[in-house]
């Protein structure tokens, strides 16, 4: 998968993005990320990309020519390889909620656009012309749109065949997902006590079936 990412910020992405199994993934050609810097699509010397809100308000918000140039160069720069046009993803609190089941379907797309958006917001424009979907990851109001950029690159990459690995325990995973994909029950690995605190017996029982049912019972 190939994942274009336009910020204003593109130094937020190094941490999250370059360890454990993101960075596998990124250094086994899976998953392909490439940040852009919307302040080299700014307007004039002195690279402006937001301004004041038409009828007034508090709050500065981004023009639209930057944020058009950097979709459009990207979408033309890029279309020759993995497919032929990005799904460009908007992140604001005012979006459809990101649950599982979309992750999913986002995760069978070859190329995603995410914007981040800073200030108050982005001109509605730039939505309803060169975007395909706005989500949000929750109800609450966060300083920009990397974080949810990073929630979804995240999210995702899971669901790319070969990175979580080819082992049981990654099947097991989807499967139970595919099940009930929030509920878990509770976990416990050594010591079989800790700080007086004991592993429940029936996990160390070698049982199968009383372990499936301890854990079918004991759902979250
Ligand atoms: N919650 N889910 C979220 C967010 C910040 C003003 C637009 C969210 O997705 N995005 O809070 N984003 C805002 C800040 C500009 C993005």
Request: hydrophobic share 35%; with cysteine; glycine share 10%.
């Amino acid at each position: 998968m190939r994942v274009d990412v336009v910020t204003l910020f593109p130094g937020m992405f190094e941490g999250p993005l370059t360890e454990s199994i993101i960075a596998r993934a990124r250094d086994n050609q899976l998953l392909d990320l490439h940040f852009h810097d919307l302040r080299s699509f700014g307007i004039g010397n002195y690279k402006q990309i937001d301004d004041k809100p038409y009828g007034g308000g508090a709050g500065m918000l981004m023009r639209p020519e930057p944020l058009v140039d950097a979709i459009e160069k990207i979408t033309e720069l890029g279309k020759s390889g993995k497919a032929r046009k990005p799904h460009r993803i908007y992140f604001s609190p005012r979006g459809k909620k990101l649950k599982q089941k979309k992750v999913e379907s986002i995760a069978k797309k070859k190329w995603l656009l995410l914007i981040c958006g800073h200030y108050e917001g982005i001109d509605q424009r730039v939505i309803d012309g060169w975007i395909d979907e706005e989500l949000s990851i929750g109800d609450y109001v966060l300083t920009g749109g990397e974080i949810p950029a990073m929630v979804l690159i995240d999210a995702v990459a899971r669901h790319i065949p070969g990175v979580l690995g080819d082992d049981l325990s990654s099947h097991e995973e989807s499967f139970s997902e595919a099940l009930d994909r929030k509920k878990e029950h509770p976990h416990y690995t050594r010591p079989e006590i800790f700080r007086e605190m004991k592993v429940p017996d029936v996990l160390l029982s070698g049982n199968h079936g009383e372990i499936e049912k301890w854990r079918k019972e004991n759902l979250q």
